[in-house]
């Protein structure tokens, strides 16, 4: 199966900083990925599309100053929380979109989760 | 204000017997769907997906069901173990969105 990870697994920020999660595709070339939010018991919420050489695509609600989003790379997606606050702690995950003659299937990161203080 | 989690669905079964978990989508435009398995503080886990013009998909002890008719979809995961114990999500891509929409989730407990 596809491998796709995350970086930092896990951060602790004081409020008012900016904190860069990195998303990678290990072992396939991604020129789509997304990056989504979950709370506690509560589904996974899409935030953004981001896609490769181009502004990501946010969903409605997210602010895009907010949570910037680069994809520089086919295998490279990262997504900055600016000025954090302790409403934005949560579970972010990102994924991958595999594309191929039979397959168009998302393949998902461990996720990062972010406690804001 | 404090926020209040949603309750997820709760199953329960037996080791070694059958689970099955639904699902329920409204487009009519969802031409692919995908269950992942989700444990606790990782990632979403790819189990099994199922194009929009097939019934019915079988995979390593676990199938998948659609009824486009009813827009019902199920995921049945025969003889389960203590590791099937996770929650699980359905999710829907619309035609022509290129996103995936998620279900809330099912959260299933194998009882030894």
């Given amino acids: ?117 | 204000g404090e926020s209040v989690g949603l309750h997820l669905p709760t199953l329960s079964v037996q080791e070694g017997d059958n689970s099955i978990i639904n699902c329920a989508y409204s487009n009519s435009a969802s031409d692919y769907f995908i269950w992942y398995k989700q444990e606790s503080g990782k990632g979403p886990q790819f189990i099994i997906d199922i194009r929009s013009n097939m019934d019915k998909r079988q995979g390593q002890r676990v199938t998948v069901l659609l009824n486009k008719t009813v827009k019902h979809l199920s995921l049945q995961i025969a003889a389960t173990q203590p590791g099937d114990s996770a929650v699980y999500f359905c999710a829907e891509n619309i035609r022509g969105a290129q996103k995936l929409v998620f279900g809330q989730g099912t959260r299933l407990t194998i009882n030894p």
């Fill in chain 1, 1 to 117: 199966g596809a491998v796709v990870s995350q970086h930092p697994s896990r951060v602790i920020c004081k409020s008012g900083t900016s904190v860069k999660i990195e998303c990678r595709s290990l072992d396939f070339q991604a020129t789509t990925m997304f990056w989504y939010r979950q709370f506690p018991k509560q589904s996974l919420m899409l935030m953004a599309t981001s896609n490769e050489g181009s502004k990501a695509t946010y969903e409605q609600g997210v602010e895009k100053d907010k949570f910037l989003i680069n994809h520089a790379s086919l295998t490279l997606s990262t997504l900055t929380v600016t000025s954090a606050h302790p409403e934005d702690s949560s579970f972010y995950i990102c994924s991958a979109r595999r594309l191929g003659k039979d397959e168009d299937t998302q393949y998902f990161g461990p996720g990062t989760r972010l406690t804001v203080l």
